[in-house]
Structure formats: structure tokens, C-alpha cells
């Protein structure tokens, strides 16, 4: 049955959520504690969901390419680049409180941030480049881009609308949440609604088959390529606007591979097909919940790195066919077979 | 040829994998300075034969005997070492390497754990010039040398692992006429050296030309082994074949089409690509169903392939009721009613990771774009309707499709295109590998499409079943269309002499 | 005429001779030996780690722990020299040792779970990167005789010019790599691997050993390029050599190797380097301009590079198939 099919993709993720939730319970039970103050929740729980929410937005993006059977270094940048462009703009307006020039601003950056998102997707679709080595281009020149619109400086603004966008509440709950939740819907919509979704998995499990079936991958891989860069710039807008400046160097540094890592989590093959955008947002917050525990925990907070290193490994050696022979056969396999190699010839 | 002792004596191999007995009890002999064809079609057991004599698999049951002894080889490469070297038609060679390295790598010559370049260069020269006849720059990357001399590169590695059996499994069929002819005499001078020489082919022509023996496998039966010169082509071609009429006699007998006169709903003037297929006339009507007949890589995908735009021709054209249109895209055929159902229902046809539903719906789906997105509930009735429509088990829309059987997996593609419903339908066995009942359901299915008017395209190796459904048939010889064939004229002895030829 | 195979490498010595001369020509100063020396000077750590790096990407892999391993090999040597009291003629070999092996296993994980190059050297690289704040959150500073003797001998060379020990070191690994690529089976191999590797398995290369070889070389030129670098900075900090390995990628693919595989040139790496440190010296000359143009020109340059051997590759395909 479908659903129970479904739910065993995400029986993992959320169990080592839980996991690790369960360890906060025992270790720090006021990791649980909220409070309600001045309309808004605070709290733990609640600092994962904010601080949770930029990642959140870049895997669910990052989701869709890499179901393509591509991927895209670039996001990283891309977050530094359009907060860049959004302080920018905002930094030369004339009165930094004009709701109209931080929407003109929010606007420019989320165009620029499509823009590039395009010129990934000509590359990959268009060039015929493998998708890590296309956006490996924009993973760098992208960080000299952003500084270039930074001049080097941390551009700082006073804009109290911008600053609303990260570090605004809303209903009780940080802004941020509600951007996060209104890009996963939307994804989720596009993908579930409209038929985008099973081309995106059939373009990923088998190009050539989808070919044969009047598929325009093209057109999809350039949607899906802008996509992610949109996701990316909501992000940086939301990472500069909560401390109010922007930073070419280190905005959204590292994003890109914690990004990744929530999608493999999450479920969704390295190899391409099926997806799951909940198990992204379920990994995203396994994410978040570790780095917190771990600050929580008081541990250097450097250290996440060495859990993160174990996590992704544990993840993908599940996720390894050959991993799984030798665990069943209790042995190292002697030699990988030639992959590929037996597909039969026709006539 | 003298009777001395083989150098392979294989008995009674067996091999099974699952589902599949696919070497039972096959016998196979080779004796060194001679050329030995390996014939057969798909499914026959060719390639699993040599699989098991390179090592790739065990075998279940038999013996094997090289050279005087008992030998199970375990890898390829214990073969190798043991003198049997093989030669695929894709080359297993670094194309970013000198064509020197690509002879010697692994066993470089050496000087003071250095490898000396010179050395090596000078031997590849000498190898090639003394056993292939051949002149080439060693030292330029074996990529830019064409598939030809890549093969040749290839032999001349297997001649210097001190190669006692040469197998060339379809070496000629990316290569044109001369460079076929170079093969062949090089094949010739390595006989006369005293090689052995196992040559598996679908090209009949070649294997009268430089065979001096054939093996004839069918349905992973021995069928039998014979002196190239004393085998007449329809006799291979028939043994080749063989007949299968017992499990078609449930099939309707089909009543004749209206013969001509109207204009075709397809036509193909000259239509043509290099390395694929020779140019063809080729005309389908509305309510017309036309076989292709021809040996495994006679050009009857290739043809297929052009007609749906999957290949781009290269000379040609195409005109659909009428008109010039130009197929090249797989949408554009789409867009005007053509549909095809690949015979690789693994790499082009099915999308492992969708269910049966998704599946189905899919190039309909492509057809009406994103945003048109056919509501859930419509996509259900769809599935539902053609689930029993085609009978598809298990009978569950939300199965993945990987789990089906393949003869379950061949209807859910059918299924794709019958909802296009198309003016067109280019089948390329669709009953390939799936059972006798399934079969025949497929069969009638097709009948009863033409019925109504559809134009059906079907490619089959087996002859019964393009006799049966056809109303005129093409038969193809090596990448030609040499015969065609209609009404009366459809019998399966006409369609083995048009493709033994000769 | 002259052969094909070269022309990327010839593309990035003319860009190198070209960069160079324009610097010259538009800065008094700028065309001295010493400037050229500076190049090697500066960069003589990167230059290590990237030919490391152009193995891996000869064999068609990719490495993307080698910034974390150069953090990690400074750390443990500020670490055990001024906290465990070690010498160096032990610390040294160690972690030589720790950094071969890291790459050793990486390798072993990546042929025989058949996993992605990228995810396990990006496990890799986190794993690298936690362990350098597991030893120390803060800088260590090294004030150990040797090393301050490393970080100062200047080696005077006929002309009035000097260069540093690191830059002898870097030669040398050069000098090794070109060795060991072109007349040596493992060299060999590598190439055979990044060319097809299906095919290095079916003509009975050792695939499996030679990978994991490949994984730790690059381990060990990161652990010596974590020596050098150490020498040239005098401490150990978790925050060294951040995005190092971009730097390694990108001098690599400038220097002309196929980022797929197979095809490339150590010589290359050494003059894509050459070029990284020719960009930045032409930025520093300039005075106005600023150093994000260094990636944005970096970026520039990759972009083009790949092209070019996208065309390249599409090319012999087609010449492959006619």
C-alpha cells in the first residue's frame, strides 16, 4: 500500500529525530520549556525552527535538483549574493524604512538570485555539463560575486521592514517559520498538483525512457535549477536580514553541503528519482535540532562537525547496495562488480 | 580441416538463473587455426555461453576441457591468463591512453621500476606489424583512432596475453564494409598462425565469408554444429529460427485488409542513417499492420527508431498523411499521433521508481504539459479502466512498477500509449521474455487495434508471430530492407530465403 | 604540429606567460625573479595539495577533505610539539602517517561501498574540520626552534632571489608526481581508471588498490601541504585553510585537467597554481582592486576551462565515431 511505503522513507529521519530529541529530554529537560512573552513564543524548540528555516528553504530547492539526478554547489553563494543585493539596495535608498524600496529590494535579489539559477540550469541542461562541475563555477565566482557587491565591507542597514523578514514574529512565531512553511507548500504543490513532480522523479530514474515519452527535460531541469536559486536567495535574505547586514564572505558558507546532507537524510537518493520533500524538512530539522543539542549541551559547537561527519556516512552507507551485501554477508566484498556492464545490446 | 584434437571441448553445460534454464546441455568444441561462428538468436544462449567460458559465470552442470585439462575459470581475467581473450564490440579499452599503453598496461616493460617508454613503443609496433599486418602511431591516444583500429588495438592486447582463443563478439557491426574486409584478413592471417577463433555475428554474409564452422544454439539448446560450407543459408536461417506454432492456435485468423488505394497514414521515402539503417521505402496504412521480419540487428530498431524521431535521419524523408513532417524528436512524433513501445522495456521503456498509475499516464501527461495536470480522481479511472482493460496484475495503480512481472511491465506501457491514443503504434517485441499466455493476449490486443483503424508497426524475431499479425511484412538482411512482402506472398519460407539471402 | 592531447596544457602556460608579461608591463617592479619566487612562496602549500588533488581527479574522483586535513595537520602538530612536548622528528612522520591514512580509508570507503567521491570525502572534510576543535577550539602558536628555522631559512638562489624550504619541499613533490604519473604502474593506472574504469577492471588493473592509493597520496601531499603551511604560519588553527580545496579543484582544472578524468597534467596543476598566485600578485599590485576579483577571475577562468573541455571532450567523441 502506498502509504505505508511512503512512511517508511521517513520512519528513519524521524526516528533519529526522536532520538535525539529523547537525549535532550533526559540530558536538559528544559530544552523542552517555552515560554510565552510579549505575544511570542520562545524557546528551544521554537530557536530550531527559526534558526532551522534558511536551511530548510535551500534543501527543500536542493530536493528537486538532486531528484533530477543532479546537484548544485552554488546555493551557498547564492544565499550571500542576494542578501548582498537586498542590503545594497536597501543601504543606497533613501529612507531605509520605505516598505516600497525593501520590497524593491527583496524583488531585485530574488531576480538576480533566478538569474543565476538560469545560467546553472543552461550549463547543466543546455551545456550538457555534469551538474557538481556546472555549479562548482558559481560555488566559486559566486563568493567574489557577492563581495563585489559588498565591496568587501559588511554592509549594515537599519531597515526595520527588511529586519522584519528574519527577525519579525508573526502569530507568535517568527516570521521565518512562515517563509519556510509557504516555500515547502509550494513546493509540495507544484510538485504534487501540477505534474511536475513525477516528471522531475521520471527525468531522474530514467532520462532516456522519459525522452521516449515526449518528456521536455530541458524546460524542466532549467525550472528546477531556478528554483533551487530562488530558494537560495529567500534564505539569504532571511540569514541578512536577522542580524541586519550582509556579509559576502561567510553568509550561507557551508549551506550548500548541510543542504545535501538534509536531502540524503531525508531520503532522497544521491542517484536521482523519487523524493521526498518531507523527509528534506524532517532532515533539515534533525540538522538543526543537532547543531542546537550540541550548544545546548555545551559542547564547542565546532564539534557538530564530527557528528555530522559519522551522520553522513552512516546515511549513505545504508543507502549502499554493496554496504548492505557485505553486512548480510558478514565480509567485505571481494570486488564491486562492473556496474553497467551487462545491459544487453539490441537488434 | 584435419580432425585432431579440439583445443575447447564444453559438454552438456548447464546454466540456470532464475526463471531461465539458459544453457541446457550445450555442447561446444573448438580447434585451433579455425574460424568458428557462433549462431543464434536472442535468448538462444549465445552470450551466456561465452560468459561462462570467460569465467564471468559458474556453470550449473557439464564440463569444460582447454587444452587437455579440466578448467572453471573464475574471473575473466583467469581466462585470460589461461589464453582465452575476448573481444567486445564496445571497446573495454582507455580511450585517454596511447594506443602502446593500452597493449601493454599491467605489463609494462620495465627498467629499474621505471617504465620504459621507448621499449614499449618500439613492441606495440612490432606486435602490430607482425600479427596484424598493421602500421600505426602507438604513441597518439587510442581515442582518436576510429572504432576499426580501437578492435584492432584491442585483438593485438589479447594476441600479447599470449591469446590461444579469440573471441570477437560482434566485431563488425560498427565498422563499414573496408573495414570489415581489413578484419576479415586479419582474422584470416591469425588462423594461419594457428589461432582459434570464436566469431559471433548476426551479419549471414560474414559468416560465409570467413567461418569455417558453425555452431547453431536455439532456446539454450545444442541444436547443432556443422561445416560452414556444408550448411545452406536456409538451413541456418530455419535452424536459427526454429518453429514455435503451438501456442497461436487460439489466434483469430485475420481477414484481409482493403487493399490500397487509399493514401498511407505513413510514409517513408528514402529514409535513412549512417550506421543505423540503409535507406528504406516504407509506407503503413490506417488499419494496416505491417511486420517487420529480420535477424537480431538487421536494422529493424534502428527503422523503428527513425520513424518516432528517437534517432534523427540523416537522409530522407518522412511524411505523415500526406505531408512532409519532420521527425526528429520523439515529441514531434508524439505530436502527430505516432507512439512506440521500446524493446528495452528496462533502459526506455518503464520509470522503475513510478507506480503503475504514473506510468501509464505519463506520456499523456508529457503531452498536455505541467499545469494540465490530469486531476488524481481522472488518473485513477484511467488506471483502473486499462488495468482491466489489459488485464495488468496485480491490479494495483499504486504498485511500483519494478515490482511487476515483465509481461505486466510490457502491457502498462502499452497502456501508456493506447490512452494516447495514437494513429500509429511502433511495437518492438512486445513479447519478448514474457509468458505464452501473456503472449497471445498481446497479440489479440493488436488485431483487434487495427480493427478500428489504428496503424501498427510490429517488429518480432519470431517469425510465426509477424506471419500471424501481419498484413504485409519488410524483411531486413544487415541494415537493409531487401524484401517486401503482402498477402499471399507472407509465408515463413518467402521470409527465410529474403533474410538467409545470398 | 603539435599533438592534440597537449593543447589544454599549452592553453594555461601561454595564460601563465600572458598574465605575467601583462603584470610586467603594467607594473614597474612586477617582473623580477623574486616576484616569480613569491609566487612559489606563497603558494608552495597549495601546490603540494593540488597535486595530490590532480591524482585524484586523474582517476575520475574528486577530494574535498584535502582543506580540513591541512587545518588538522597543523593542529596536531601545535598541539603535540607545544602542549605534548614531542620533537619534531616525530611529529612530522605522524602525521604524514595520520593524513595517508585518512585518505587511505576515504578510498577504501569509496571502491568498496561504491559510494560517491563527493559525499565521503565531504564526510571526510567535516570529520577533519570537528577533530582540529576536538584537539583546540583556539589558535596554537608554535614557537618550537625548528619550525621557526623553517618558517625563516631562506635559500638563496644565483641572482640575488631566495625562496623558502616549503617551496624546495613542493618542488620536490612535483618532481615526484611527474614521476610517479608517467613512469610508474600506479601512475599508469590512474590514468586508465579516470579513462574507463570498467575498462581497468576488465583489463585486470588493480582498481581496487590503486584507487585506495590515490585517496591516500592525496591524504599524504595534504598532510605535507599542512607541514609546509605550518612552517609558514607558525600555528595550528581549526580556521586554517578554509575552502582550500576549491582553490586545489580550480588550479587543477585551470592547469588543464578533465575534471571527468583521465586526461591531464601535473605540469598543469603547477601552472594553474602559478596562475592563482599570479592573479592575486597582479590584485595586490593594483592596489584599488580588491581580492574578491581573485575569485570572481578564478571563476572566470574554470568556466572557460571546462568549456573548453567540453568541446575537447564532444570532439574526440565525434571523431571517435565517424
Known amino acids: 500500500m502506498p502509504f505505508r511505503w511512503r512512511n517508511s522513507h521517513l520512519f528513519w529521519p524521524l526516528a533519529a529525530l526522536g532520538g535525539l530529541l529523547l537525549i535532550n529530554l533526559l540530558l536538559k529537560p528544559e530544552f523542552f520549556a517555552i515560554r510565552y512573552q510579549n505575544g511570542h513564543l520562545y524557546g528551544s524548540l521554537i530557536d530550531i525552527l527559526n534558526f532551522g528555516s534558511p536551511l530548510a528553504i535551500v534543501a527543500v530547492g536542493m530536493t528537486l535538483v538532486i531528484a533530477t539526478r543532479g546537484i548544485d554547489l552554488s546555493v551557498g553563494s547564492l544565499v550571500a549574493i542576494s542578501g548582498a543585493m537586498a542590503c545594497l539596495t536597501i543601504s543606497r535608498g533613501a529612507d531605509q524604512q520605505s516598505l516600497h524600496l525593501v520590497l524593491g529590494a527583496v524583488l531585485l535579489a530574488l531576480a538576480v538570485s533566478v538569474a543565476l539559477g538560469l545560467w546553472n540550469g543552461l550549463l547543466v541542461a543546455g551545456a550538457g555539463i555534469q551538474p557538481i562541475i556546472a555549479t562548482l563555477i558559481l560555488m566559486v565566482a559566486g563568493r567574489g560575486i557577492a563581495q563585489l557587491i559588498t565591496s568587501g565591507q559588511i554592509i549594515t542597514v537599519t531597515s526595520k521592514p527588511y529586519h522584519f523578514i528574519g527577525a519579525g514574529w508573526l502569530f507568535t512565531l517568527p516570521f521565518s517559520v512562515y517563509l519556510a512553511a509557504l516555500v515547502f507548500l509550494f513546493a509540495a504543490w507544484m510538485t504534487r498538483r501540477t505534474s511536475l513532480g513525477m516528471f522531475i522523479e521520471a527525468i531522474g530514474c530514467n532520462p532516456a525512457a522519459s525522452r521516449l515519452a515526449g518528456i521536455r527535460s530541458r524546460s524542466i531541469l532549467l525550472a528546477v535549477y531556478m528554483f533551487c536559486a530562488l530558494c537560495a536567495g529567500i534564505a539569504g535574505l532571511i540569514t541578512s536580514s536577522n542580524v541586519s547586514s550582509a556579509d559576502g564572505n561567510n553568509a550561507g558558507l557551508w549551506i550548500e553541503l548541510d543542504a545535501i546532507l538534509a536531502v540524503v537524510i531525508g531520503g532522497t537518493s544521491l542517484a536521482g528519482g523519487r523524493f521526498s520533500l518531507a523527509g528534506t524538512l524532517v532532515g533539515a530539522l534533525l540538522i538543526q535540532t543537532l547543531t542546537t543539542t550540541i550548544y545546548m549541551l555545551g559542547v564547542p559547537p565546532e564539534i557538530t562537525l564530527v557528528v555530522k561527519a559519522f551522520v553522513v556516512l552512516a546515511v549513505c552507507l545504508i543507502q549502499s547496495p554493496s554496504f548492505r551485501r557485505a553486512i548480510a554477508a558478514r565480509g567485505v566484498p571481494r570486488k564491486p562488480v562492473a556496474s553497467r556492464q551487462e545491459v544487453s545490446r539490441h537488434g | 580441416m584435419s580432425e585432431n584434437r579440439p583445443i575447447l571441448k564444453m559438454t552438456g553445460i548447464h546454466k540456470r538463473f532464475p526463471g531461465v534454464h539458459a544453457l541446457n546441455g550445450v555442447d561446444f568444441r573448438m580447434f585451433a587455426g579455425e574460424v568458428h561462428a557462433l549462431m543464434g538468436e536472442n535468448g538462444a544462449g549465445k552470450s551466456t555461453l561465452i560468459k561462462v567460458l570467460t569465467g564471468v559465470y559458474p556453470i550449473d552442470g557439464g564440463e569444460v576441457e582447454w587444452e587437455g585439462r579440466p578448467f572453471h575459470p573464475r574471473s575473466p581475467l583467469e581466462a585470460q591468463q589461461a589464453g582465452i581473450s575476448t573481444v567486445y564490440q564496445e571497446i573495454h579499452l582507455c580511450p585517454n591512453l596511447s594506443v602502446a599503453e593500452n597493449i601493454f598496461i599491467g605489463r609494462e616493460p620495465r627498467k629499474f621500476g621505471r617504465i620504459s617508454w621507448r621499449a614499449m613503443n618500439r613492441a606495440a609496433e612490432a606486435l602490430l606489424a607482425e600479427r596484424l599486418n598493421v602500421k600505426l602511431d602507438v604513441t597518439r591516444p587510442l581515442g582518436s583512432f576510429s572504432i576499426a583500429v580501437q578492435q584492432l588495438v584491442a585483438i593485438a592486447r589479447a594476441l600479447n596475453i599470449s591469446a590461444r582463443l579469440l573471441i570477437l563478439d560482434e566485431p563488425t557491426s560498427s565498422l563499414d564494409r573496408d573495414e570489415v574486409n581489413r578484419l576479415f584478413a586479419i582474422m584470416r592471417h591469425l588462423k594461419r598462425q594457428g589461432l582459434a577463433i570464436l566469431f559471433v555475428t548476426h551479419f549471414l554474409d560474414q559468416v560465409y565469408e570467413v567461418s569455417d564452422r558453425i555452431t547453431i544454439l536455439r532456446n539454450g539448446r545444442f541444436i547443432g554444429e556443422y561445416p560452414t560450407r556444408e550448411l545452406p543459408r536456409v538451413e541456418l536461417v530455419q535452424k536459427m529460427i526454429g518453429k514455435d506454432l503451438d501456442l497461436l492456435g487460439s489466434l483469430p485468423k485475420r481477414t484481409p485488409p482493403s487493399a490500397g488505394g487509399e493514401r498511407p497514414f505513413l510514409q517513408a521515402a528514402g529514409l535513412g542513417r549512417k550506421g543505423g539503417v540503409e535507406p528504406f521505402d516504407l509506407a503503413i496504412g490506417s488499419g494496416e499492420i505491417v511486420g517487420l521480419a529480420g535477424l537480431l540487428g538487421s536494422g ?203 | 604540429m603539435v599533438d592534440r592531447k597537449y593543447i589544454p596544457l599549452l592553453v594555461t602556460i601561454g595564460l601563465f606567460i600572458l598574465m605575467f608579461l601583462a603584470g610586467s608591463l603594467r607594473y614597474p617592479g612586477f617582473l623580477s625573479t623574486q616576484v616569480f619566487m613569491n609566487l612559489l612562496i606563497d603558494n608552495a602549500f597549495l601546490l603540494i595539495v593540488a597535486v595530490g588533488m590532480t591524482f585524484v581527479i586523474l582517476s575520475g574522483g574528486i577530494d574535498l577533505s584535502v582543506g580540513s586535513m591541512v587545518a588538522l595537520t597543523t593542529m596536531l602538530s601545535a598541539s603535540l610539539i607545544m602542549q605534548a612536548g614531542w620533537p619534531p622528528a616525530a611529529v612530522i612522520p605522524l602525521v604524514l602517517a595520520v593524513g595517508t591514512s585518512f585518505g587511505w580509508m576515504m578510498g577504501a570507503i569509496i571502491h568498496y561501498f561504491q559510494i560517491q567521491p563527493f559525499i565521503v570525502t565531504l564526510a571526510g572534510m567535516f570529520l577533519a574540520r570537528g577533530l582540529c576543535y576536538v584537539i583546540s577550539i583556539d589558535t596554537i602558536s608554535i614557537n618550537h626552534p625548528f619550525y621557526t628555522k623553517m618558517a625563516l631559512a631562506k635559500i638563496r638562489l644565483p641572482g640575488g632571489s631566495f625562496i623558502s624550504i616549503g617551496v624546495v619541499i613542493a618542488l620536490l613533490v612535483v618532481l615526484l608526481a611527474v614521476y610517479l604519473a608517467h613512469y610508474t604502474r600506479f601512475g599508469r593506472n590512474t590514468y586508465a581508471i579516470g579513462g574507463s574504469e570498467s575498462s581497468a577492471v576488465l583489463m585486470g588493473l588493480p582498481v581496487a588498490r590503486t584507487k585506495m592509493l590515490v585517496y591516500a597520496f592525496s591524504g599524504f601531499c595534504s598532510a605535507l601541504g599542512g607541514v609546509v603551511f605550518t612552517f609558514y604560519m607558525l600555528s595550528g588553527y581549526g580556521l586554517h585553510a578554509v575552502g582550500l580545496e576549491l582553490d586545489a579543484i580550480a588550479a587543477v582544472v585551470i592547469g588543464g585537467t578533465l575534471l571527468t578524468g583521465g586526461s591531464g597534467y601535473v605540469i598543469g596543476t603547477f601552472f594553474g597554481v602559478l596562475i592563482q598566485g599570479v592573479i592575486q600578485t597582479i590584485i595586490t599590485f593594483e592596489g584599488t582592486l580588491s581580492s574578491w576579483w581573485t575569485k570572481m577571475v578564478i571563476g572566470l577562468l574554470l568556466f572557460l576551462f571546462i568549456l573548453l573541455q567540453r568541446v575537447f571532450t564532444a570532439r574526440t567523441a565525434r571523431g571517435r565515431s565517424v
Not at chain 2, 499523456?364 to 483502473?384: K, M, N, V
Not at chain 2, 496485480?394 to 510490457?410: F, H, K, M, V, Y
Not at chain 2, 493506447?418 to 493488436?446: C, F, H, S, W, Y
Open chain 2, 300 to 502: 529493424r530498431t534502428e527503422t523503428a527508431r527513425l520513424l518516432f524521431g528517437a534517432d534523427r535521419a540523416d537522409q530522407g524523408k518522412c511524411f505523415v498523411e500526406g505531408r512532409e513532417a519532420k521527425l526528429d524528436s520523439p515529441r514531434k512524433a508524439i505530436d502527430r499521433g505516432i507512439a512506440f513501445c521500446s524493446e528495452n522495456r528496462k533502459a526506455e521503456g518503464i520509470i522503475e521508481d513510478l507506480t503503475v498509475r504514473e506510468n501509464i499516464i505519463l506520456a499523456l501527461q508529457a503531452h498536455r504539459g505541467w499545469f494540465r495536470a490530469l486531476s488524481r480522481r481522472r488518473q485513477e479511472e484511467i488506471a483502473d479502466e486499462y488495468i482491466r482493460a489489459l488485464d495488468i496484475r496485480p491490479a494495483d495503480p499504486e504498485q511500483l512498477i519494478r515490482n511487476l512481472s515483465g509481461g505486466n511491465q510490457q502491457k502498462v506501457i502499452l497502456a501508456r500509449w493506447l490512452l494516447m491514443n495514437p494513429r500509429l503504434l511502433i511495437l518492438d517485441e512486445p513479447t519478448r521474455g514474457i509468458d505464452v499466455g501473456a503472449k497471445a493476449e498481446i497479440q489479440r490486443l493488436v488485431l483487434s487495434l487495427s480493427e478500428k483503424g489504428m496503424a501498427v508497426l510490429f517488429i518480432s524475431s519470431e517469425l510465426e508471430e509477424v506471419i500471424r499479425v501481419s498484413s504485409r511484412v519488410a524483411v531486413l538482411r544487415d541494415r537493409r530492407h531487401v524484401r517486401h512482402l503482402a498477402g499471399v506472398e507472407i509465408r515463413q519460407s518467402a521470409i527465410m530465403q529474403a533474410i538467409a539471402g545470398g
